[in-house]
């Protein structure tokens, strides 16, 4: 594209788009205008991109290594050598979180990843055909959602042995079926509507209108729903981390820190308050992103 | 008309703020409405629900309503506050939406939601208040009012949840009833009997209607006086009998546009805005 | 009706019923209706909501299986389960524009899918030569549908149902959501593209005036019954016999008080 800035805004905003990949920049521009009236999204958004920034430069950034430890200098509280102080076994707090930052954008990207396909896939496939497939999916959907998720990881933890990657499965075992839920209920109005009815009588397979018609419409309140469901997740994984079930020491997970703070929190506060704050910080941007991404997602809103 | 007018409209105006841009949606209407049935014609967009939500002051947050004067009988309705528009909805000017279903109370029987619109004094008892709803379920042609009054609005039908909204809003005797398209969503046979209500109470009651619509041959047929909407001003003002007369191309387009029995084999005219009747 | 039965019919319907529901709840929407229509003709279904006239139309284009009776469409006898050639045949324009055209798909794949779905060629080609049938150009081909006015969204439905060249074009109230004079538009275009393309319709509708307009004969519908087939010069001599004809006719013209006192005491309670 050989526009400046100026005519390329004027291209975004044209009257007549000129190819499908013109329209959906326009669309997307417009979504983003949107999310630029809302201040807390955009705060949240913020956040998540300065905690993506932070992990990719987190050898740049952090002054240690993780496990880097100086028995000599435990327990110190903040100063301007070491930002949030040491711990109990000399190690860097401020570096330990930023390389945890890594840990815990891997864990809740992969929970996603797994999780977002998986329960639109049942939910979506559940809500078009009805029936007797509706019943068994969803009957296995309900066993998922009647235990509490934290427990459930817990055993699947228990079972597959503690380590980052078995929780991410664990995780993921008890994020899907909210969304198979969502996707259903999303299907099920979507699919009495003239234009899946109009794609019907084309002829077009069920494979066919659940992928291109179905799914596009369900995407939406599912990314949403992931988004503010990131906050579980990166907490259940720092559940799974205090329960010593999750990322291993000496891994730094921010809820395994938080873990090991806790035994000496009364001396030095700041080894349980500074990882427990990037959770809370962490999930509440991904709250607030999730707010304003349901603005700007929602179809009614064109 | 002999008497003064009930509802007297000057130079009124609604506009609402998008986030893209200000849209003008009515643009100076004056107009006043005696004890009559007046209509208000427009395609959608030409601004005749707002017209008729800004009397009520039930335009809608981002928007704005002005005008040189908006006065119903000794109220000056532009600059009344929430308050005194709290005393004159629903008792002295009433409003009858298109879609019963989305009007009525699902959880609510039918009777006693009637119930709820009969004025606060004089105090009446449950009984007198019941005999009350009986009477305006029958004044509106409901054959066994005892059983629709226990029903929940789900179980009747289009035509008689329209009757029972008109029931609901005449149990406090309004001066003024504003209609915005209350046979739209109704066959035209229940069409008939609904209108025939309505058109018995406005002579019997001496009230005065005004009926939205974008039905030309009904509010034709229904109305004493028809104004025509067209981007937000009324391009023109006739009586009803007259109308197949209209002067203004506007409304001349509209009707020749109209399909008719007999117009097979001939091309509907297809209507040609000139710009010009922006400003006219 | 002698009709039903004859051979030359594009669409011949003998004795359909739908129900719906079981036991008690059970409701007969369609209760042994039977017509035809000829090739290049078109039909008109009248009558009020929940007469079935829409349910016929969505058995005869394959979008309700549970139906019983005889249905041949161009000589051959229709199953529940239709083969993908069959909707090569037959398509359908629906009532409502804004609920008919998928939300996030562009004019462009909106018009693409059918193709795709039926392995055709020169997707770009047809695409364009669909559009400026229907009257839209081609500054409208990279647009989204809430981009589009409701005339422009129904003249994309049409465009749809047309760029499969089916023979068969089934119309279910394809106006009652338009402005009046968009409502010309549609009409025109959809009288011109008949005649042009030589297809055989059937339209319902509630509104007598728009089925005296575009048909040749209509059938008039109450409570899953068809109550009288007429040619539409009877709706132009003001000659129907049946008395709900007659009613839905007077209704038709505008309000009459007249007219009303009847049908006000006539009223369910």
Request: hydrophobic share 45%; proline share 6%; net charge neutral.
């Amino acid at each position: 594209m050989s526009e400046n800035s100026a005519t390329l805004r004027g291209w975004l905003k044209a009257e007549v788009t000129t190819s499908s990949r013109h329209a959906a920049l326009q669309r997307f521009y417009f979504g983003w205008l949107r999310l630029k009236g809302n201040p807390l999204a955009l705060f949240g958004l913020a956040v998540l991109l300065f905690l993506v920034v932070v992990a990719i430069l987190a050898p740049v950034i952090a002054p240690a290594g993780y496990n880097d430890q100086s028995l000599t200098r435990r327990l110190l509280p903040p100063s301007a050598e070491h930002w949030f102080g040491t711990d109990e076994l000399g190690r860097d707090v401020f570096s330990r979180i930023v390389w945890g930052s890594r840990i815990t954008l891997y864990i809740s990207c992969l929970v996603a990843i797994i999780a977002a396909p998986v329960g639109l896939a049942v939910g979506t496939t559940a809500g078009y055909f009805g029936g007797w497939t509706d019943t068994v999916l969803m009957r296995v959907n309900d066993i998922f959602l009647s235990f509490p998720g934290l427990i459930l990881a817990l055993a699947f933890v228990a079972a597959l042995g503690p380590g980052i990657e078995n929780a991410v499965i664990a995780i993921a075992l008890t994020a899907w079926p909210p969304i198979a839920r969502l996707a259903r209920a999303e299907t099920l109005t979507v699919r009495s509507s003239d234009y899946i009815a109009a794609v019907r009588i084309q002829g077009a397979s069920p494979a066919r209108i659940i992928l291109k018609h179905i799914v596009p419409m369900c995407i939406p309140s599912v990314v949403v729903r992931i988004t503010l469901n990131m906050a579980g997740i990166i907490l259940t994984a720092a559940g799974l981390g205090f329960l010593g079930l999750g990322a291993q020491p000496p891994l730094p997970e921010w809820g395994a820190m938080l873990s090991t703070g806790r035994q000496s929190m009364l001396q030095a506060w700041w080894l349980a308050a500074i990882p427990g704050l990037a959770i809370l910080t962490t999930s509440l941007a991904f709250n607030l992103f999730g707010d304003g991404l349901r603005d700007v997602l929602d179809p009614r809103s064109e | 008309m002999s008497e003064a007018p009930q509802l007297v409209v000057e130079d009124l105006h609604v506009r609402f703020r998008t986030p893209q841009r200000m849209v003008h949606a009515v643009r100076g209407v004056s107009f006043s409405v005696g004890r009559e049935k007046v209509g208000i014609v427009g395609e959608s967009g030409s601004g005749k629900s707002q017209t008729g939500r800004a009397i009520l002051k039930l335009t809608p947050p981002n928007g704005t309503v002005s005008a040189r004067r908006l006065q119903f009988q000794e109220l000056d309705i532009a600059g009344a506050s929430e308050r005194e528009m709290l005393k004159v909805r629903g008792s002295r000017i009433s409003m009858i939406m298109q879609d019963p279903k989305y009007a009525l109370d699902p959880v609510m029987r039918v009777g006693a939601q009637i119930a709820e619109a009969i004025p606060e004094t004089p105090r009446l008892s449950t009984a007198e208040k019941r005999d009350r709803v009986m009477a305006m379920l029958e004044a509106v042609h409901i054959r066994n009012p005892a059983r629709v009054h226990d029903l929940y609005p789900h179980e009747v039908s289009g035509g008689m949840g329209q009757r029972i909204m008109i029931a609901m809003m005449l149990m406090a005797e309004p001066d003024l009833l504003i209609a915005d398209e209350p046979t739209s969503a109704l066959d035209v046979t229940v069409r008939m009997q609904v209108l025939a209500i309505l058109d018995d109470l406005v002579t019997r009651r001496g009230l005065g209607l005004i009926f939205i619509s974008h039905d030309l041959n009904l509010v034709a047929t229904f109305c004493d006086r028809v104004l025509i909407m067209y981007a937000g001003r009324i391009v023109e003002e006739c009586a009803a009998a007259d109308l197949q007369n209209a002067k203004h191309p506007y409304t001349r387009g509209l009707l020749a546009s109209l399909p008719r029995i007999g117009s097979r084999h001939q091309k509907l005219a297809v209507l040609n805005r000139d710009p010009a009747w922006l400003n006219d | 009706m002698t009709d039903s039965t004859n051979p030359n019919a594009m669409i011949s319907v003998r004795d359909l019923r739908v129900t719906f529901g079981t036991g008690a709840a059970q409701v007969h929407a369609v209760d042994g209706v039977s017509f035809a229509v000829k090739p290049g003709e078109t039909y008109g279904l009248v009558g009020e909501s929940g007469c079935g006239k829409s349910t016929i139309l969505r058995a005869l284009c394959g979008l309700n299986p549970n139906w019983s009776g005889d249905v041949t469409i161009g000589g051959e006898a229709m199953t529940p389960v239709r083969t993908r050639s069959f909707y090569r045949r037959v398509q359908m324009v629906f009532q409502d524009p804004y609920g008919s055209l998928h939300p996030r798909h562009t004019v462009n794949t909106t018009l693409a899918e059918p193709l795709k779905i039926h392995g055709i060629g020169e997707a770009d080609e047809r695409i364009s030569r669909v559009l400026v049938q229907v009257g839209l150009g081609p500054a409208f081909r990279y647009r989204y549908p809430h981009q589009l006015s409701g005339g422009q969204r129904q003249r994309l439905a049409i465009a749809r149902a047309l760029i499969l060249e089916p023979q068969v074009l089934l119309l279910d109230e394809p106006t009652s959501a338009l402005d009046v004079s968009v409502q010309a538009e549609i009409l025109n275009l959809l009288v011109d593209l008949r005649d042009r393309l030589g297809l055989t319709c059937i339209l319902v509708s509630h509104d007598l005036a728009v089925v005296a307009h575009m048909c040749d004969r209509l059938g008039v519908m109450n409570a899953g019954k068809m109550l009288e087939e007429l040619p539409v010069s009877a709706l132009e001599d003001d000659s129907p016999t049946h008395p709900y004809t007659r009613q839905l006719l007077a209704a038709s013209l505008g309000y009459d008080r007249r007219l009303a006192s009847g049908a006000v005491e006539d009223i369910e309670g």
